[in-house]
Structure formats: structure tokens, C-alpha cells
């Protein structure tokens, strides 16, 4: 089982900055792709921006210019840099991971995990 750690969110002014970190643990053989989606209060959860494990990247047209997904892949961890936050990305933001777990002898099952949600508001 991949369970994922996130940390950095928080309340923020409209224009600030935050930075969103995540963590997978447990027995991983590949992270292929990582990303962050948000949800709002009676809205459906969106991807924010997503990167695999090239570096290749993709963002939502509302942060474009804004936010920057990043890797580092010796610590298995991704990164959200938030700028110009706008109170409309108020949200509850969560991490995601898909890969391959590792038995302990060759690639495992494939998984889909996710964080418990971070919660970042931007005041106006």
C-alpha cells in the first residue's frame, strides 16, 4: 500500500505565495505520474497540474502562469510552488501518485493513491 503525505498549505493574502509538498511511503517500484487536484465545497474535484517521471508537465488554463508542479525523484517527492494566489483557489488540495508497487521481488500491482488533502485559502 502507497500512502501519500502532504504538507505547506495554509491562509494566505491574495497575491501571496505557497508551497505545497507530497511525499509517498510504502513499497514503491515506480511513480510514473504525480499531481495535485483541488476541490472545492460543492464542486468536483480538478486536476490542478500534473508532472511525470520524464518531467513532463501539465496545468489547468486557470493556474497557468501561476503555479509550477515539480519533482524531486531521489526523495519520491512533488512540489505545488503557488504564486499570485487569488482567492479563488481557495480549495482543498490533494496529492496524487500512480505507479507500480514493489512485492520484494519484482514489480507489483499497479496503485492509485491519494493524499488527505491539504487545505489552502487566500484571503481578498
Known amino acids: 500500500q502507497v500512502q501519500l503525505v502532504e504538507s505547506g498549505g495554509g491562509l494566505v493574502q491574495a497575491g501571496g505565495s505557497l508551497r505545497l509538498s507530497c511525499a509517498p511511503s510504502?513499497?514503491?517500484?515506480?511513480?510514473?505520474?504525480m499531481g495535485w487536484y483541488r476541490q472545492a465545497p460543492g464542486k468536483q474535484r480538478e486536476l490542478v497540474a500534473g508532472i511525470t517521471n520524464g518531467g513532463s508537465t501539465n496545468y489547468a488554463d486557470s493556474v497557468k502562469d501561476r503555479f509550477a508542479i515539480s519533482r524531486d525523484n531521489g526523495k519520491n517527492t512533488v512540489y505545488l510552488q503557488m504564486n499570485s494566489l487569488k482567492p479563488e483557489d481557495t480549495s482543498v488540495y490533494y496529492c496524487n501518485a500512480r505507479g507500480l508497487t514493489w512485492n520484494g521481488a519484482r514489480p507489483g500491482k499497479e496503485y492509485n493513491s491519494w493524499g488527505q488533502g491539504t487545505q489552502v485559502t487566500v484571503s481578498s
Open positions: 510504502g513499497s514503491i517500484f515506480s511513480i510514473n505520474i
